[in-house]
């Protein structure tokens, strides 16, 4: 029956509250002086608000503002009206006001009604229920699910592919049987870490052999810290010599807030050894990066293209040294967004690097894997069975077929009468989180909001306010669905339903985290089953989901209240709308005087070098967007995507072509600076330090001598280019023309070693 399945709510009582701990109050960076444009210099541990200055541009246009300042205008108008008058008050205002004293009643009383409401509600469930047993038959229903339905010819890959000899090592219940040294235990216990989660427990000895990693495991399972760990471990063992200075980790993630995330945790668990990290996100000052970069930090976590960026225009960084590469939300990464950038950054890390993949949601498809170069890695994952938390309770509220411009008033109503504090709202579109928050600002809920539409300081600053608790409930698009934890959320609403298993496990997953118990609030509107059944489907447990009823009255009652604001919402977004356009034409105003009056000195600066040209960028972002909205196939849209794919200048062109018409813009755009770029990239190759863990060669002239004859039996064509290709199977082609030198040691090789190519002992 269907009450096997989903529990009605019958009580809008809260699960206990969580605590949001205090973020660590971090030192101010001593060297920030030095930073003449006011930008942010790395030495110390600066928390995420360090890293946005105040600078020179104007305050960014706050909807709250206007919100606060259209009430206050109201206000002083009603006043000036009612003296004018001099009558007892009766009419517009008074009504108003009794309105909304209406409407609280009547909410009030919805909420008695909530219990009685469930014998209507169990048709609701029978529907409902009646769909959660059709999927136990489903199979089909998520790209996660790969794994189970295998062929046997998948499984010999996989067989080939993995090294599974390594899988049941010993488990560890502390951290102090892993080896790890002093510093990295007493900042474990400074961050009470008591004993290891099972991924770190099952990651972290097998980082520190050097093993390639793919690992697993549910969101808010600690993953983060099973790859810091043993990175940090392993950089205590480096090269500390000046030559030994280099940056021998990357850390890539999708997302700018992640990245600052993955830093403050790095810090601190860093903060008793001298190892250095450094963030390298877009939005945030290049200048002050640059900087950042020239001192070599030994970890450097990044979103990839501002990365690239400085691969391409950094003169003195490169990623030579790396030892360790992590991909954080690495399916994610491996998607076809991140394509281009992932295949330029690979190909400037070293072959003998080792690699680590993490994600709540990881694939071991070992054709998405193969694009990361992997060696025999480990697959570790944590439970595979269970893919939510066990703490999370998930509920759904059926939108009703032809009801689906309701949305907005259950959203209304499950705020208001239920889930008041500490909320996350996830919507599909920026403008429709940008609608929303207007929305609960008018209505005086305290709220802000979380997507890509919002300069790096107001996200950061809506982060931070939401954090810290000052607003209630953060409206955000799919941005904030991966990594990001925050302490204490109460409740995940997802205003739609992603038709993307992944994308729906990371977004309740900002929930129920790290043992702590949370709730998920999903619409779900006819075309949203098949993805409700899957998601019951993974339900972390016996009466872990539940039917929520919302009362028909309830959601009148917001209906009514959103007609009666609808005026004043386009009020303020088209005066919003109007101070942007003013706030634009002054900037290029600015930009024009600014023009005129150092026209001599921005000329001269060295032009930059971009990895994708604006229009690659567009369709590169247009793809990614067009599958985000293919992810919501089913919901009605409220944006207008109808625009085609555009056709792009390679469109149509062999990989060859491809490469010869890139390298030809390339020679037209930057004539012989390609020249010095080509010694700039030879000198960084000279001064490379060893690799953590490789005895040090004596500095002495026959070892300089030896380690350039090496270099000269480099494939023609140079590094870059040669081993992403190679990974992807050229091998043979890149041998040609490459002749064995007397004293090479071949004899010395196993079978396997003879095939490869001079030079690959450092590069694949
Ligand atoms: N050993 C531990 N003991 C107690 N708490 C831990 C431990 N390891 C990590 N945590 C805490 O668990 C929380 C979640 O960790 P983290 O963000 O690394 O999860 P995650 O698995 O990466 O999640 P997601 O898949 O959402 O990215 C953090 O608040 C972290 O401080």
Known sequence: MADDFVM???????????????????????????????????????????????????????????????????????????????????????????????????????????????????????????????????????????????????????????????????????????????????????????????????????????????????????????????????????????????????????????????????????????????????????????????????????????????????????????????????????????ADELREIVSACPVSRQTMLFSATMTDSVDDLVKMSLKRPVRLFVDPKRSMAKGLVQEFVRVRAGREAERSALLLALCQRSFKHRVIVFLRSKKLAHQLRTVFGILGLKCEELHGDLSQEQRLEALRAFKEGRVDYLMATDLASRGLDIKGIETVINYDMPSQLAQYLHRVGRTARAGKKGRSVTLVGEADRKMLKAAIKHSSGEDTVRHRVVPPESILLCSKKLDNIKSEIEAVLAEEKEEKGLRKAEMELKKGQNMLEHEKEIFSRPARTWFQSAKEKEAAASKSKDKYAANFGGLPKTEDTSSKPKRDKFSGLSRKAKRRKLAAEEDAEMGDSKAVSASIREAKRSSRPKKIGEAQAPASRSALKAGKKKKSTKVPGGRKGSSFEKDLGNRGAAKEGVRAKQGDVVGGMSKKRKGAKPGQKHKR
Request: with cysteine; proline share 5%.
């Open 8 to 338: 009605t709510v019958d009580s809008d009582a809260e699960d206990d509250k969580f605590r949001d701990d205090d973020e660590d109050a971090f030192k101010l960076n001593p060297d920030i002086e030095f930073d003449l444009a006011q930008d942010f210099a790395f030495g110390s541990e600066p928390t995420p608000q360090d890293l946005v200055v105040t600078s020179s541009k104007p305050a960014p246009i706050s909807v709250e503002d206007i919100i606060a300042r259209r009430k206050l205008t109201a206000l002083t108008t009603n006043s000036k009206k009612r003296k004018r008058e001099s009558v007892a008050e009766e009419p517009a205002s008074e009504e108003e006001a009794d309105d909304w004293q209406e409407d609280e009643e009547s909410l009030s009383r919805a909420d008695e009604l909530d219990g009685s409401e469930s014998d209507a509600s169990s048709n609701d469930e029978d529907e409902d229920g009646e769909s959660a047993e059709e999927s136990e038959g489903s199979e089909n229903d998520s790209d996660s699910e790969g794994s189970q339905s295998d062929t046997q010819m998948e499984k010999a890959r996989k067989a080939a592919f993995f090294d599974d000899s390594l899988e049941a090592s010993e488990t560890h219940s502390s951290f102090l049987t892993m080896n790890l040294s002093r510093p990295l235990l007493k900042s474990i216990a400074a961050l009470a870490f008591t004993k290891p989660t099972p991924i770190q427990a099952a990651t972290i000895p097998m980082a520190l052999l050097g093993k390639d990693v793919v690992g697993g495991a549910v969101t808010g399972s600690g993953k983060t810290a099973a790859f810091l760990i043993p990175i940090l471990e392993r950089l205590l063992y480096r090269d500390k010599s000046k030559k030994g200075t280099a940056t021998r980790c990357l850390v890539l993630v999708p997302t700018r807030e992640l990245a600052l995330q993955c830093y403050e945790v790095g810090t601190k668990l860093g903060s008793n050894t001298d190892i250095r990290f450094c963030v390298i996100v877009g939005g945030l000052s290049l200048k002050s990066q640059e900087m950042a970069l020239r001192t070599c930090p030994e970890v450097v976590i990044a979103t990839p293209g501002r990365l690239i960026d400085h691969l391409r225009n950094s003169p003195s960084f490169n990623l030579d040294a790396l030892d360790i590469l992590v991909l954080d939300e690495a399916d994610r990464m491996l998607e076809d967004g991140f």
